[in-house]
DNA sequence: ATACAAATAGTAATAATTACTATTTAAAAA
DNA sequence: TTTTTAAATAGTAATTATTACTATTTGTAT
């Protein structure tokens, strides 16, 4: 793959980014100093970075895929509220095992070649519950 | 809700399938003995029969929501070459109580509210493998 | 039988993403 | 260091899946 300064921007942007931006959001911030960027160089360097392993797609239910600057294994909430992703985590260990051990496990007897789990998670986030509250 | 014939086809036409019928696959289909049937229709009606649990709805990566008869807990896997939905059977019990005991005992520190998991399997099914072998 | 709100058909609009093509550019070859 | 070449981009058009809109139709309560 030949260099380009667009891939090298965004690629900078998602592993800087707290969040989990989606394309057009990449878009949106790298325009300011990109003016001329188009929409479909973001698409197409956001699919070759996560095809290369550079960046993490998430695709959640009805929205826009998501890319994720983490490499190791975790997941995701989706917050119904705000829309936005979170990683998730868990105050017993046992439970991210139970969640590694079965993607390792899983043995069927369809006969079909399984190659990987999407596990995602749907809720309201933490900021949205004490907005609630209020 | 009133009663609509449509959606009595409808409903007919998702538990009678042995598949996991796309809205498209719904139209195309009942439009031969319906032929004003509108898709709108198709998708109004799929989305009001899941959520008062007439159906279940299925979200895959990167393609059309799939729509189920089956309402008991059970999983996925989306074949990546032909793109057909299938059910998922496991051959050790445990693998299949690993994944609810999961769904139940999620207790996460970001002190968001999960309200459902999403487990979605990914690879090759059976019959693309023997085609493969030929 | 009448009235009314809910549902439909048909069409238009939207959202996310991919495809296309002329132009630009990184980097290999001369 | 220029020339060449193929890969990448910008800008636009097309596609796919789905939702929105509105005039008309249809269940069902009165």
């Known amino acids: 793959m030949r260099y380009s300064v667009q891939r090298e921007k965004i690629l900078e942007f998602v592993t800087k ?3 989990h931006p989606t394309a057009d959001i990449v878009y ?3 325009r300011r ?8 160089t973001v698409y197409r360097n956001l699919t070759s ?3 290369i392993g550079k960046i993490k797609k998430i ?11 983490t490499l190791e294994n975790h997941y995701h909430i989706l ?3 705000c829309k936005k992703l979170y990683d998730i985590y868990f105050n017993d260990t046992v439970d991210i095992e139970k969640v590694s ?4 496990s899983i043995n069927n007897e369809n006969g079909c070649k399984i190659s990987n789990i999407d596990i995602m998670f749907y ?12």
Chains 1, 2 share one sequence.
Do not use: Q
Not at 33 to 40: A, H, I
Not at 125 to 131: G, P
């Open 123 to 134: 809720g309201i986030c933490n900021k949205c519950l004490s907005k609630e509250r209020m």
């Open 28 to 30: 949106k911030n790298l």
């Open 59 to 69: 695709t959640v239910a009805n929205g826009s895929d998501h890319y994720d600057k």
């Open 33 to 40: 100093e990109m003016p001329n960027l188009s929409l479909g």
């Open 79 to 81: 917050c119904n509220k």
């Open 101 to 104: 051990d079965l993607e390792k």
């Open 49 to 51: 970075l996560a095809r």
């Open 17 to 19: 980014s707290s969040e």
